[in-house]
């Protein structure tokens, strides 16, 4: 049997980098896929939803959405809590962190600086500070359920490092001053032996 393969963007950031870290971390052995924009554009039509990731393997329809890859490969690895409460829990942090995607995506994409200062600034003053109190009170340290690291906390790392680490123009690193528990988690994931290890390739 083949090894699955995980497609996306060659890009180190966003949804197709948090399921390559959790195949790595989980030990899977997989065909890391990395298209081009051009080559994208024959394939977008075959993809389930139109987007990436997707993730194929021999015998099984392909997979699409991110939560649900993160979800599947959480629950067959060991880095989703065995109790279905909990991981329920873990996967609705995952769902927040495609809406606050679906805030912040369409300021990338904003042609017009002043326009994009002012979508971002408004995202920063209002948006952030509710999103993050809500993320933070759902922490439990210093990964989201305790000491297992699980895919929620690869999503949180992955969507967040950018921005604590002030790389996305317009949102200040003050604005995430106020989360300790967030800034650990996502430092604690930067930390861990297998993440370190997956960049170090
Ligand atoms: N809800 C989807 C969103 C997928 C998505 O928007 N993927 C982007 C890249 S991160 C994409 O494929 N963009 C290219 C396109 O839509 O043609 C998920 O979580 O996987």
Redesign the pocket.
């Known amino acids: 049997m083949s090894q699955p393969t995980l497609t ?2 060659d890009i180190p950031t ?3 980098e948090e399921c390559r870290l959790a195949l790595f971390i989980a030990g899977v052995p997989f065909t890391d896929e990395r298209l081009s924009l051009e080559q ?1 554009q024959s394939r ?1 039509a075959s ?1 389930p ?5 997707i993730f194929a393997s021999e015998g099984r329809p392909t997979l ?6 993160l979800r599947m490969l959480g629950s067959q690895h060991g880095l989703l809590p065995a109790d279905p409460w909990e991981s329920a829990r873990h996967e609705a942090v995952m769902c927040a962190v ?1 809406e606050m ?1 679906a805030k912040l ?1 369409p300021t990338n994409r904003l042609k017009d600086p002043a326009e994009k200062q002012a979508a971002r600034e408004a995202l920063a003053r209002t948006y952030f500070p509710e999103w993050c109190a809500q993320v933070e009170q759902q922490i439990t340290g210093p990964f989201l359920g305790g000491a297992a690291l699980s895919v929620a906390d690869l999503k949180l790392f992955v969507a967040m490092g950018p921005l604590l680490a002030g790389k996305i123009d317009h949102v200040p690193t003050d604005v995430f001053e106020p989360f300790p528990k967030l800034a650990a988690l996502v430092g604690a994931v930067e930390q861990h032996p297998k993440v370190v290890a997956w960049y170090a390739r």
Request: hydrophobic letters at 35%; proline letters at 5%.
């Open positions: 996306y963007f966003s949804r197709g994208w977008k993809a939803f139109g987007a990436l990731p699409s959405q991110s939560n649900a890859i495609e995607r995506g």
